[in-house]
């Protein structure tokens, strides 16, 4: 399974010739060059432009059945259970034996209830700024909490690149020395293969 990172939250997943793309952005999020992404399907977490820019993922017919098992668990955007900034999608896909979450938006520590279906993945994909969603604080104790094997981090901002009112990604990574689990922060197009 190979994974590349597009800057602030839009990554692609590839299984077996199959390709999905998640959170697109548009041109609020700065500092990366325009996607133009091509995928076999498009997921977002939200509505906001900064994740739901589908223009920029031109979907292509699949040679390949979809071979994803995708699950779905909704979580409050904010710490005020979804009444500032509505609703939020994890995404959890499975294939080739492996455990991949993307954390969307999440603006809180998800419900208890549904913790346990977070846990023990192979590489999960965080949010790590605060302001709009979790901070690096609450993004390592998730992560110690629920015990992925990587965290990519994502929603920061790197120099100039991103959404200049988050945090920087240092912050987070500053606080996870030693952590239990490899965080592997990845670069524009930068590929991790799992």
């Known amino acids: 399974m190979k994974i590349t990172y597009y800057g602030h939250s839009c990554f692609t997943i590839e299984s077996g010739g199959y390709t999905v793309a998640i959170d697109p952005y548009n041109e609020m999020v700065q500092g990366y060059p325009p996607l133009a992404i091509k995928a076999n399907k498009v997921y977002c977490s939200h509505g906001h432009g900064d994740h739901a820019f589908t223009d ?42 492996r455990k991949v979450i993307h954390y969307g938006d999440t603006g809180c520590r998800p419900q208890e209830e549904k913790i346990p279906f977070l846990k023990d993945a192979d590489v999960a994909m965080m949010p790590v700024g605060g302001f709009f969603t979790i901070g690096p604080a609450e993004a390592k104790a998730l992560a110690d909490e629920t015990a992925p094997k990587t965290v990519i981090p994502m929603h920061y901002k790197k120099g100039s690149a991103g959404l200049q009112v988050i945090a920087d990604l240092s912050e987070f990574t500053g606080i996870t020395k030693g952590a239990s689990y490899t965080v592997k922060p990845l670069e524009y197009k930068e590929e991790y293969e799992i």
């Open 56 to 97: 920029a993922v031109e979907i292509v017919p699949a040679g390949v059945l979809n071979p994803f098992v995708v699950t779905e668990i909704e979580v409050p955007h904010d710490a005020e259970g979804g009444t500032k900034r509505g609703l939020n999608m994890i995404r959890i896909f499975q294939a080739e034996g």
